[in-house]
């Protein structure tokens, strides 16, 4: 029999995001898609990295809150014990290994720790804004400053040379 954890996070993320990523909600895809946004070279915070947006993007889909630890929807939080719990039976990362990892994303501005109702949660050190306000931003933007508002006249352009 094979050795291999049934829930690694790879199968996850091959599954839920790489064959289906089209298929997602915006604002899930939006989360998973910070992976391809950061380099991050290293096998081993490649895992940790895919680890938290994963359950950042299943408690976000779920409300998941830290006001109800003991509730079902619990360990889809990325906090340190759920990341551990992850990494439990991968003996090529383990959970000592695994958090580890997870302290050096920190260090290195990829993900970042925030303490919620005495628990500390693991994000993906991202814009706050989905896509879809990104681009409604992007466009008011673009309405508000057009070229002619930004240059001088031609005249005022011309005395100024």
Do not use: C
């Not at 993320?13 to 899930?28: A, K, T, V």
């Not at 380099?39 to 830290?66: C, F, G, H, M, W």
């Not at 039976?89 to 997870?102: W, Y």
């Amino acid at each position: 029999m094979d050795d291999t954890p049934l829930f690694m996070i790879d199968m996850l993320w091959s599954f839920f995001y790489e064959r289906n990523r089209m298929s997602l909600e915006g604002n899930i895809r939006n989360i998973l898609d910070y992976y391809t946004k950061v380099r991050v070279p290293d096998v081993n915070e490649q895992r940790v990295l895919k680890t938290v947006l994963i359950l950042q993007a299943i408690a976000e889909q779920t409300n998941a809150s830290t006001k109800d630890m003991r509730g079902a929807n619990a360990i889809f939080i990325p906090t340190l014990e759920n990341i551990r719990m992850a990494f439990e039976n991968d003996d090529s990362l383990g959970p000592d290994r695994a958090q580890s990892t997870l302290e050096s994303l920190v260090r290195k501005q990829i993900i970042y720790k925030k303490t919620e109702n005495r628990v500390d949660v693991y994000n993906a050190m991202m814009m706050a804004l989905n896509n879809d306000e990104f681009d409604k931003m992007k466009r008011d933007a673009l309405e508000k400053f057009q070229t002619e508002h930004i240059l001088p006249e031609e005249k005022d352009f011309a005395l100024q040379s």
